[in-house]
């Protein structure tokens, strides 16, 4: 007698699976019985929908690797799109929790999609699907037809979220008049994720998401109205804070967990208030505002459950000069009394440290990721020791980014910040630029020994040589080590590192941003060590010289 396996069991098998990304098995499994199918095919889709750290076409070494990955791309989504019509043997769309429709967007856009995979992609009943629209390259040349991809984007996606309940997560570029189709077929949708906010004008798509979705806790929007649309010009400038604040009156109080903005979209007064209805319940924001718009952040102030935040500043001259103190003591008393706050950025903010000491000082306060970056308003470094002091008192941080200017910095100011690192030791990932350009080899040895859980370092530091490398050989747990600033190491240190790497070190990434000319390493040389390098550890090697106006370039990079 045969005893079957109860199906809780065969989904345990199948998690396992999961957990070591066994794609191979588990299509195995898919096709080979049943009743492991929906189990395998479940766990297939998930692996599909997580994000990862390795970007397939950065991995394709030739044009015809490009392609096969362009050509695996179209076969997923026709895939997906077959099976919202019941010609799949399994219903495949019925598995997945999270569909982005900007990926389908970008591959209906990607130039290898023409052709053959185009060709391919629209066979049989995909034909349905196939819009075009008429271009004109030049204005002496007559138009020619190309694949319209946002007129497929919506006819496939009028396919596919009707047959596919169980999603979570809809991402794309929607017009309300496809939100108003698709959200009365998802009750299980949580997190919206919209390219242009404006697509929630007026009260239909926030009647609907009332109406329809009970587990609605995320917002994300990435701008207001497209950048090279004409009407932006003629746009009320309080319109998206107006319509965002009603927007997010009409959802239930208390319900939304999540809200993003990635670019300045006007958001103000409004905005601010509506987002505060749902105090209890915020644990993640993510806000990009004008200077202007500082003062209504403070309408925030009840939300003191907040796991992660990030501030982004937009405008000339964010510095503390530039905000009122009290605004500044207001944000800072505000951010004291998140006492579960795990996450903090601010990009762009001059006075972030001026903020944030009061808050990593707190005892209250236990702080896992710390990132201060900027692309033009750098913190000044030898302004702040006091906050560079606070870092030592986060324990628990395992994530930390500065970008500050080191200008006329002081010895003593390299030293506290360098201690303050050193007490850091579950740092996992460390970015420090401009902060670490006058670190010595001796700080930055001392950085290595002291933190030996790190796995991933971006520093600068005055001509660091030879010595730092058996450091960065001898470390356990480091992955990914990047030099942003001059260095001077030999090709005999170079080679004599690779000799002292060990399996811990697989996949290893090394990268020399400015090689010293005195001590510039021949092409030849290069490829050496970048072959020794692959040969040991499958590592990867990144060499430039460095520049100035007197010096040829010179770049070898791993392929």
């Excluded at 990926?103 to 049989?124: P, Q, S, V």
């Excluded at 700080?443 to 002291?450: E, N, P, Q």
């Amino acid at each position: 007698m045969i005893i079957a396996l109860p199906d809780d069991i065969l989904q345990l098998i199948c998690d396992a699976l999961l957990a070591q990304r066994d794609l191979a098995t588990l299509y195995n499994c898919a096709v080979s019985c049943k009743r492991l199918a929906p189990c395998a095919l479940s766990d297939i889709y998930r692996i599909y929908n997580e994000p990862t750290d390795e970007d397939e076409e950065a991995e394709a070494q030739n044009a015809a690797q490009l392609e096969l990955s362009v050509q695996r791309w179209a076969i997923r989504w026709r895939t997906i799109a077959l099976s919202a019509l019941n010609l799949t043997l399994f219903p495949y769309n019925r598995y997945l929790r999270s569909l982005d429709l900007r990926d389908l967007a970008n591959l209906i856009n990607d130039e290898r999609f023409r052709g053959k995979i185009d060709k391919m992609f629209f066979e049989g009943a995909m034909k349905t699907f196939r819009r075009e629209k008429e271009m004109r390259v030049r204005a002496n040349r007559p138009a020619r037809k190309v694949v319209d991809a946002d007129g497929v984007v919506e006819m496939m996606g009028d396919a596919i979220v009707p047959k596919t309940d169980t999603l979570q997560q809809l991402s794309g570029p929607f017009e309300a008049t496809a939100l108003l189709k698709w959200i009365p077929h998802l009750p299980r949708l949580q997190r919206l994720e919209l390219w242009l906010g404006r697509a929630l004008l007026g009260t239909d798509v926030q009647m609907a998401i009332y109406n329809h979705c009970p587990h609605f806790n995320a917002l994300s929007i990435s701008n207001w109205v497209d950048p090279h649309s004409p009407i932006r010009a003629t746009l009320d400038p309080n319109e998206a804070d107006t319509q965002l604040g009603a927007f997010l009156s009409g959802l239930p109080e208390d319900s939304l967990a999540f809200f993003e903005n990635i670019w300045a979209i006007g958001i103000g007064e409004k905005t601010c208030s509506s987002l505060a209805r749902h105090a209890r319940a915020m644990r993640e924001l993510r806000l990009c505002v004008e200077k202007e718009a500082i003062p209504h952040l403070l309408l925030l102030k009840d939300c003191t459950s907040l796991e992660k935040v990030k501030f982004e500043i937009t405008g000339t001259n964010v510095d503390e000069n530039a905000i009122k103190q009290d605004d500044l003591l207001a944000l800072e008393a505000w951010l004291r009394n998140c006492q579960n706050l795990r996450s903090i950025e601010f990009f762009e903010a001059m006075f972030a440290p001026t903020v944030l000491t009061p808050v990593l000082e707190s005892k209250d306060v236990h702080v896992e990721e710390l990132k201060i970056q900027a692309s033009r308003s750098w913190y000044a470094m030898k302004e702040n020791r006091q906050f560079h002091q606070s870092l030592g008192r986060q324990k628990s941080l395992t994530s930390l980014s500065l970008f500050g200017d080191a200008g006329e910095v002081i010895s003593d100011d390299n030293s506290a910040l360098v201690e303050a690192i050193c007490q850091c030791q579950n740092l996992k990932h460390l970015k420090l630029r401009g902060v670490s350009e006058y670190f010595s080899e001796a700080a930055v040895i001392s950085i290595l020994i002291s933190l030996p859980l790190l796995e991933e370092l971006y520093i600068q530091g005055l001509n660091l040589g030879d010595a730092v490398l058996d450091y960065v050989a001898a470390h356990e747990h480091l992955k990914s080590i990047c030099f942003m600033d001059l260095t001077s190491f030999s090709f005999e240190g170079l080679l004599d590192f690779v000799e002292k790497l060990d399996e811990s070190k697989s996949n290893f990434e090394l990268s020399i941003s400015m090689a010293s000319n005195e001590t510039l390493l021949g092409e030849e040389e290069v490829v050496l060590i970048r072959r020794a390098l692959y040969d040991k550890v499958r590592g990867k090697l990144e060499y430039q010289a460095f520049r100035d106006a007197d010096a040829s370039d010179f770049s070898v990079t791993s392929d």
